[in-house]
């Protein structure tokens, strides 16, 4: 998605966690992305910094944040207005409402997958959304409306499910005092930034229903 804002170009993608970029005059733009807790109607902050549009050596060119399974946020973009102070200039809230979703199966067990798919049809459901699947079964592949296959057709939002590696090694995974989570505003932890908890011993169905916040 991309918005035009003043002399700016943003930038806005959740495909792959939370990205935020910009292209044009201004430099420098502050970035707060907020999570509402279910029945809440505050929200509690989990992550914000600034980016720079013309970026040095060590300083971020863009925000993002790599939480890729499901959870309730807003995003928000804020940039130093002349004589004004600080502005919000833009802020959007999760909503895939009639929006096109993707959710990619990583497995290669046909019995799995199609567990996976019943936790796909009732996050459809719950969210009034249109599902596009990609796995390696064309049975599966095929419950999508072929209108939604197109390639050049950005998603709304991507979910990857399956058993993913805790791979992560920033300094939110090893900092000591949340040992073996990684967190983000001082309260939400979750063991990586695929799964809201360890799989081992989960079961498809649950492994399935985390990543799209139905459990």
């Not at 004589?83 to 959710?103: A, M, P, Q, W, Y």
């Amino acid at each position: 998605m991309w918005y035009r804002i003043d002399n700016s170009n943003l930038y806005v993608d959740f495909n792959h966690g939370i990205q935020v970029y910009s292209r044009g005059q201004d430099r420098c733009f502050y970035v707060e992305v907020e999570e509402y807790k279910k029945n809440q109607s505050s929200p509690v902050i989990v992550e914000s910094y600034h980016y720079y549009t013309h970026p040095k050596p060590n300083i971020n060119s863009e925000f993002f944040l790599p939480i890729q399974f499901y959870f309730d946020f807003e995003v928000s973009v804020y940039k130093t207005v002349l004589d004004e102070g600080i502005k919000k200039i833009f802020s959007h809230r999760f909503n895939d409402t009639s929006k096109l979703v993707k959710f990619v199966l990583d497995t290669k067990d046909f019995e799995e997958a199609k567990i996976w798919i019943e936790s796909v049809k009732r996050y459809c459901y719950i969210h009034s959304c249109e599902m596009v699947i990609e796995s390696k079964f064309p049975h599966l592949n095929n419950l999508s409306n072929p209108f939604y296959k197109t390639k050049d057709l950005l998603p709304y939002k991507t979910y990857r499910i399956g058993r993913f590696p805790k791979n992560s090694n920033d300094w939110r995974t090893i900092d000591p005092r949340k040992e073996g989570q990684i967190w983000f505003g001082n309260w939400k932890t979750f063991w990586s930034y695929e799964h809201p908890r360890c799989w081992k011993y989960l079961t498809s169905k649950e492994i399935a229903d985390d990543i799209l916040g139905l459990s």
